[in-house]
């Protein structure tokens, strides 16, 4: 079964770039037809897809955030990454790696990250 850790830096400070690591077990990221996301969960608000990249390669972005991050990969480690940039106080929430496979999905426990003004 798939395992994912999410790791970085739990405070960033505004106008300055996050970047997260999702480390993945128990499968290679390049397995055909996987679909890897980042989605984040403000306080008090509802789930948020920030962007996904396939097994791949390809990226695809929400138009929400799309002009402020890129998803990447390494494949030797089997991680993919997360950075968004100019961050505000707005981005602070949990953050979590996911993959998807239909009909699964699994999802790592997240990490919180919190934007200081």
């Known amino acids: 079964q798939v395992q994912l850790q999410e790791s970085g830096p739990g405070l960033v400070k505004s106008s300055q770039t996050l970047s997260l690591i999702c480390t993945v077990s128990?499968?290679?990221?390049?397995?055909?037809?996987?679909?890897w996301s980042w989605i984040r969960q403000p306080p008090g608000k509802g789930l948020e897809w920030m962007g996904v990249?396939?097994?791949?390669?390809?990226?695809y972005y929400s138009p929400s955030f799309k002009s402020r991050t890129a998803i990447s990969r390494d494949t030797h480690k089997n991680q993919f990454s997360l950075q968004l940039s100019s961050v505000t106080p707005e981005d602070t929430a949990v953050y979590f790696c996911?993959?998807?496979?239909?009909?699964?999905?699994?999802w790592g426990q997240g990490t919180q990250v919190t934007v200081s003004s």
């Open positions: 996911t993959a998807h496979l239909s009909p699964a999905m699994y």
């Open positions: 128990g499968g290679s990221i390049t397995t055909n037809y996987y679909a």
């Open positions: 990249i396939t097994y791949d390669g390809s990226t």
